[in-house]
């Protein structure tokens, strides 16, 4: 994302896509197996410091809506959305 890596700078990249109406396409995904440390976001470096995402959005102005869209639902919706519904026979 554009910016530094600080919780700073990736907390104001979530408040300009939410300015520009993208709240509902902003989806948080993590892989940290195999993640080199030149990717991750200083303080939320690993699983255990992921939960501490909530409040911190919560504490920039984000409301539990849109914290629940960007940590999880907006993905939900994304996968039901986009993955084609299949049948077994379908598949064979």
Sequence with gaps: FIGDSSIKSFVKHLKFFRK???INNIAI????CGMFSTHTIKGLEDSESLALLPDILSKNGF????????????????????LRKTTLTDRL
């Design 20 to 22: 520009v109406g993208a």
């Design 29 to 32: 995904g993590s892989d940290f």
């Design 63 to 82: 409301s539990d809506t849109d914290i629940n869209k960007i940590l999880w639902k907006n993905s939900i919706l994304f996968i039901k959305h986009n």
